[in-house]
């Protein structure tokens, strides 16, 4: 895990890389994505990334509005990530 973190932080990750890096906040382990999780993983990349950030992050991929990234939003995170956090994510 911890190497991809490193990865994370450098950038250059797939899709399917990506999501199993946000899965792994997933620390309650109900399959989905909350607020103080997204908050932990954006952390995770650079402390200058504010709570604020990972609120609008949610918001902008949360579809059903229910506070949570689920399984199939997790792939609107994809371009928040990429835009908002520098990350790299490359199709596969
Ligand atoms: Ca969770
Ligand atoms: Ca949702």
């Given at each position: 895990m911890a190497f991809k973190h490193v990865r994370a932080a450098n950038g250059g990750l797939t899709v399917e890389e990506f999501k199993e890096w946000l899965k792994?906040?997933?620390?309650?382990?109900?399959?989905r994505i909350g607020r103080d999780e997204l908050r932990r993983a954006i952390r995770s990349i650079?402390?200058?990334?504010?709570w604020w950030k990972s609120v609008r992050g949610i918001r902008q991929a949360d579809?059903?509005?229910?506070?949570f990234i689920d399984d199939s939003e997790i792939e609107n995170m994809v371009s928040f990530a990429q835009k908002k956090l520098g990350l790299k994510i490359t199709q596969n």
């Open positions: 792994s906040f997933d620390v309650d382990g109900d399959g650079g402390g200058r990334f504010s579809r059903n509005s229910d506070g």
